[in-house]
């Protein structure tokens, strides 16, 4: 399968890179507390955002009921003193969190915890080892046929793989060392639960995990083989092109997205993208196939499944700048000033506008901590009004004043009086003093007195110009004086 937006590789470097207390997690398939802690952290922002800010609807519930811990370190759901008495030490209904108290939001139960598509038979197991321990066993877990989207209890689950103490592996795309373990799972139809514990042997200390994963529906001949991850916000405007491919690598067909002021964050563009793939092209499904028939899409960067019906097929995403024939769109900007920007910590009630990023929203009932810029539209708190540019309270006047007095005053001023003054006064004294005493004297003199003063005109030349000369020069009138 040609995976062409995300690479395990690059995640796993990221993450490994940012850990506080840590012992490792599953990535393959992805733990449900790494999936949120990847969606929200741990790679590049550009792609995912920030903690303060999860695309994923239900890692976004995580953060508004317990705050961003467990994104910043998702590798410690344990209990300290479990000593295989992993029923007594973990509770019905705490499974998830591994009744840790800063992981009890991963208990919720929820429909929309992102799943990795997932297939009977043999599947290697990957862990991240972030501080690996001496083992005594690994055991693994899967829900029962039926199992309907309960909270998670031990009597729902059926261990289906053991594996003993094994050494890690080192893989040079990982900046961690791994355990590997290969296991057979067993037949399964639709979205399930894979559970794993790891006891320690050198301790009491224990490990759990929770493991959401998507097994093809029963009788159906669609595929789940990979996620549709997404990971810019895009401009209104521009489209989002999805093409579905043959094993070749050649076109099947296409179709492209028009981003809009109300799907420009990538959790809601793929969900948008999700339907209308499903609405307007065979051969390719997106988001979760449901037991009865049909798929349902959810608002997630990552929680919308890719599927076909030939699993050599593969898509890309193109991203195509806005088309100039387009219509106006709605919500027009606004022209007056915009409302004060939202703040995490403040309390909002219905009716109440605020600013964030670029636009303007109000509160359809109370709320405090809810992203405007995510939780907007059907179903959350906020509505889109228009867009709006902050401080813009009088947008026509306020470029002209800017640029028009800055350009003009600082050329005019500096050429005209620093040419004009320089070359005058330099160069028209210098020259007259010099040339004008010197080839007067010199001729006056020296007819008029008789052979008597020789000895002055050998004196003239190097003292022509200075006081000295002057007097050298008078000499010979004073001595014919004198004479007479």
Same mark, same amino acid.
């Given at each position: 399968m040609k995976r062409v937006i995300f690479s395990l590789s690059t995640l796993a470097l990221a993450i490994g890179s940012v850990q506080v207390q840590a012992h490792g997690t599953f990535f393959d398939p992805m733990s449900r507390v790494y999936f949120c802690a990847s969606r929200s952290n741990f790679v590049d922002p550009k792609m995912h955002g920030n903690p303060q800010n999860p695309q994923d609807a239900a890692c976004a519930e995580v953060k508004e009921r317990q705050g961003t811990l467990a994104f910043y370190d998702p590798y410690a759901q344990a209990q300290a003193s479990a000593n295989s008495r992993h029923q007594e030490a973990v509770p019905n209904g705490t499974l998830c969190s591994g009744n840790a108290s800063w992981y009890t939001a991963f208990d919720l139960v929820r429909d929309d915890w992102s799943t990795t598509p997932m297939q009977a038979g043999e599947h290697r197991f990957r862990f991240m080892a972030t501080a690996p321990h001496s083992t005594k066993d690994w055991v693994f877990y899967i829900t029962s046929p039926g199992y309907a989207n309960e909270a998670l209890t031990w009597e729902q689950l059926e261990? @289906?793989? #053991?594996?003993?103490?094994? $050494?890690?592996?080192?893989?040079?795309? &990982?900046?961690?060392?791994? /355990?590997?373990?290969?296991?057979?799972?067993?037949?399964? /139809?639709?979205?399930?639960? *894979? /559970?794993? #514990?790891?006891?320690?042997?050198?301790?009491?200390?224990? =490990? /759990?995990?929770?493991?959401?994963?998507? @097994? $093809?529906?029963? +009788?159906?001949?669609?595929? $789940?083989?990979?996620?549709?991850?997404?990971?810019?916000?895009?401009?209104?405007?521009?489209?989002?092109? @999805?093409?579905?491919?043959? +094993?070749? +690598?050649?076109? *099947?067909?296409?179709?492209?997205?028009?981003?809009?002021?109300?799907?420009?964050? $990538?959790?809601?563009?793929?969900?948008?993208?999700?339907?209308?793939?499903?609405?307007?092209?065979?051969?390719?499904?997106?988001?979760?196939?449901?037991?009865?028939?049909? @798929?349902? #899409?959810?608002?997630?960067?990552?929680?919308?499944?890719? &599927? =076909?019906?030939?699993?050599?097929?593969? =898509?890309?995403?193109? =991203?195509?700048e806005a088309d100039p024939d387009a219509p106006t769109p709605t919500n027009p900007p606004t022209n007056g000033g915009c409302s004060a920007e939202w703040l995490e910590d403040e309390t909002y009630t219905q009716g109440m506008t605020v600013w964030y990023d670029g636009i303007e929203y109000e509160a359809k009932y109370w709320t405090r901590g809810n992203n405007p810029g995510v939780e907007n539209g059907q179903g959350y708190p906020w509505e889109i009004v228009s867009e709006c540019q902050p401080g813009n309270t009088s947008p026509s006047p306020s470029p002209e004043p800017t640029p028009e007095p800055s350009p003009e005053p600082t050329p005019e001023p500096s050429p005209e009086p620093t040419p004009e003054p320089s070359p005058e006064p330099t160069p028209e004294p210098s020259p007259e003093p010099t040339p004008e005493p010197s080839p007067e004297p010199t001729p006056e003199p020296s007819p008029e007195p008789s052979p008597e003063p020789s000895p002055v005109p050998p004196i003239e030349p190097p003292t022509t110009g200075s006081q000295t000369g002057w007097l050298l020069l008078l000499l010979p009138l004073l001595a014919l004086k004198r004479r007479k």
């Open positions: 261990p @289906f793989c #053991t594996v003993g103490n094994i $050494p890690t592996t080192d893989d040079p795309a &990982y900046k961690e060392p791994l /355990y590997e373990m290969d296991c057979t799972i067993p037949d399964r /139809y639709g979205k399930h639960v *894979i /559970y794993n #514990t790891w006891q320690r042997s050198d301790s009491g200390e224990a =490990f /759990y995990t929770c493991m959401d994963v998507m @097994f $093809p529906q029963q +009788g159906s001949n669609w595929i $789940p083989v990979e996620n549709l991850h997404v990971r810019d916000r895009l401009d209104r405007g521009q489209r989002v092109e @999805f093409r579905h491919l043959n +094993g070749q +690598g050649q076109l *099947i067909d296409s179709v492209a997205l028009t981003i809009s002021l109300d799907n420009r964050q $990538p959790g809601r563009w793929a969900r948008d993208l999700s339907d209308l793939v499903n609405s307007q092209m065979s051969g390719v499904r997106l988001g979760e196939e449901l037991p009865q028939g049909g @798929f349902v #899409t959810q608002q997630s960067d990552w929680g919308n499944l890719v &599927y =076909f019906q030939n699993t050599t097929d593969s =898509f890309e995403l193109n =991203f195509l």
